[in-house]
């Protein structure tokens, strides 16, 4: 068998962080990510997870596009998940709270939000998270996102536009046999096709 051939891969490119402060955004595209563990106590029950990404109207200062930050939440209607406290200050009454009533996440997309930064410190890192959405002033021009909109699901073929930490945190899920904890049949997916990567796999801090 011959030697096979190396091909050189290109730069990793350079994380840049996102400046603190408030920015027009579009949501772009969501990741769902199927069922997984409570990361903060194991014995509660299981959680659906889903990430969205965001296209900021803040370029980058290699002028190849603008900043796209991501956010996980948990994926339930319920008035503490992560979900409700990322979405319910922007669409306000219109959110889906009451009984019987359904969240169409391909509805969600190409939404314009306000999209607070904030900085954390972890060690020699510093991380930009997202703080929370609100909604976008009356009068302010709407931010054109120059990235395509698309969902994708855990079982959706791979597509490389979707980064490769949220393949390997959903290729974690229950659904796929990634976590030993006792799941219910899944009947919320959401299908469709794929969100641009945390390039450190940092989840930001908005609450699970």
Same mark, same amino acid.
């Given at each position: 068998?011959?030697?096979?051939?190396?091909?050189?891969?290109?730069?990793?490119?350079?994380? %840049?962080?996102?400046? %603190?402060?408030?920015? $027009?955004?579009?949501?772009?595209?969501? =990741? =769902?990510?199927?069922?997984?563990? #409570?990361?903060?106590? &194991?014995?509660?029950? &299981? $959680?659906?997870?889903?990430?969205?990404?965001? *296209? !900021?109207? *803040?370029? !980058?200062? +290699?002028?190849?596009? #603008?900043?796209?930050?991501?956010?996980?939440?948990?994926?339930?209607? #319920? *008035?503490?998940?992560? !979900?409700?406290?990322?979405?319910?200050?922007?669409?306000?009454?219109?959110?889906?709270?009451?009984?019987? $009533?359904?969240?169409?996440?391909?509805?969600?997309?190409?939404?314009?939000?306000?999209?607070?930064?904030?900085?954390?410190?972890?060690? @020699?890192?510093? =991380?930009?998270?997202?703080?929370? !959405?609100?909604?976008?002033?009356?009068?302010?021009?709407?931010?054109?996102?120059?990235? +395509?909109?698309?969902?994708?699901? =855990?079982? +959706? &073929?791979?597509?490389?536009?979707?980064?490769?930490?949220?393949?390997?945190?959903?290729? *974690?899920?229950?659904?796929?046999?990634? #976590?030993?904890? &006792?799941?219910?049949? @899944?009947?919320?997916?959401?299908?469709?096709?794929?969100? @641009?990567?945390?390039?450190?796999?940092?989840?930001?801090?908005?609450?699970?």
């Amino acid at each position: 068998m011959p030697i096979p051939t190396l091909t050189a891969a290109a730069p990793k490119k350079k994380y %840049e962080l996102c400046p %603190e402060g408030s920015y $027009q955004a579009c949501i772009t595209r969501a =990741y =769902y990510c199927g069922t997984h563990a #409570n990361k903060f106590d &194991p014995k509660n029950p &299981p $959680q659906k997870k889903i990430v969205f990404a965001f *296209e !900021l109207d *803040e370029p !980058l200062t +290699d002028g190849s596009g #603008n900043h796209v930050m991501s956010t996980t939440v948990t994926f339930s209607l #319920n *008035e503490k998940s992560g !979900l409700t406290k990322l979405l319910k200050p922007v669409m306000g009454s219109s959110y889906p709270d009451k009984p019987g $009533q359904n969240l169409d996440i391909n509805s969600l997309l190409d939404m314009r939000v306000m999209v607070g930064v904030t900085h954390s410190v972890n060690g @020699d890192k510093t =991380y930009a998270n997202i703080s929370g !959405l609100t909604r976008v002033p009356r009068g302010m021009v709407p931010f054109n996102p120059s990235m +395509d909109s698309f969902v994708w699901s =855990y079982d +959706d &073929p791979a597509d490389k536009r979707v980064p490769e930490w949220v393949t390997k945190f959903a290729a *974690e899920c229950n659904e796929l046999g990634g #976590n030993k904890t &006792p799941v219910k049949p @899944d009947s919320t997916r959401t299908t469709g096709h794929a969100i @641009d990567s945390d390039p450190d796999g940092h989840v930001d801090g908005i609450p699970f």
